[in-house]
């Protein structure tokens, strides 16, 4: 079984080799995605012994994802792993996601602890849940977070619907799990570090792009929520 974890990194030059060595434990191959960092992330990440994608242009977070997926779909990866670059996603925590994987979900998903997050992150990443979750028709409890895992056939569902370059492919990497009724699960995991991310206004940007995406009406809504109600009220009755 071939275990692949895909990093997207831009300017990661103080936290590559170390997130590199962590994860190469638990897979066969590490991909690095380099967003055209102007330091010296690119030659760090090939001397640790990393496959690294170059782009000579800044293309964004979507699309160096995109490319780690085509890549890894390429050589037959069983299990794809996605995670940040920056030290917010601790490696020693991969065998969650893969021992999820092996449980059958198709998609796991990692359910950050926010405490060290400023209330305004956190206030937006709880909003961003639920209209992301209603648009999806998911019950997932940290839509946003980049730490997840896939197994061959979910990414091969959700890889064609995924057109965003920017931070949008996290809501269309949950839309795509709702659309296609891909078994999910959630993990919690660690957030070591806090370090600046989506903001507020970006993630009110993902969701209309997903809006725009997708087809709605007032009907449409409505059964998605009241579907998403459904589900959040049986983990609680």
Excluded at 122 to 131: P, R, T, Y
Excluded at 142 to 160: H, M, Q, V
């Amino acid at each position: 079984m071939m275990i692949v974890a895909v990093i997207p990194a831009f300017n990661e030059e103080k936290t590559i080799n170390n997130i590199i060595r962590k994860t190469e434990k638990y897979v066969n191959k590490v991909i690095v995605v380099n967003d055209a960092s102007t330091d010296s992330t690119y030659d760090i990440a090939k001397k640790a012994g990393a496959t690294v994608i170059n782009h000579k242009k800044n293309m964004g977070l979507g699309k160096s994802l995109r490319d780690g997926f085509d890549y890894a779909l390429k050589i037959n990866a069983d299990i794809i792993l996605t995670l940040d670059a920056d030290g917010q996603h601790n490696p020693e925590e991969i065998p969650k996601f893969l021992n999820a994987i092996r449980k059958g979900y198709g998609v796991v998903i990692g359910e950050r602890d926010l405490k060290k997050y400023p209330i305004t992150k956190k206030i937006g990443n709880f909003f961003l849940n639920i209209v992301t979750n209603i648009i999806s028709g998911t019950v997932i409890r940290d839509t946003e977070s980049g730490f997840r895992a896939f197994d061959r056939e979910a990414l091969k569902k959700i890889y064609p619907y995924l057109r965003a370059d920017g931070y949008e492919i996290a809501s269309e990497i949950i839309f795509a799990v709702g659309h296609y009724n891909i078994k999910y699960a959630n993990v919690k995991v660690s957030s070591p570090v806090y370090v600046k991310g989506v903001t507020v206004a970006e993630g009110v940007k993902n969701f209309l792009y997903m809006t725009r995406r997708r087809k709605r009406n007032l009907k449409s809504y409505a059964q998605d929520f009241k579907y998403v109600l459904r589900k959040w009220l049986k983990r609680f009755i």
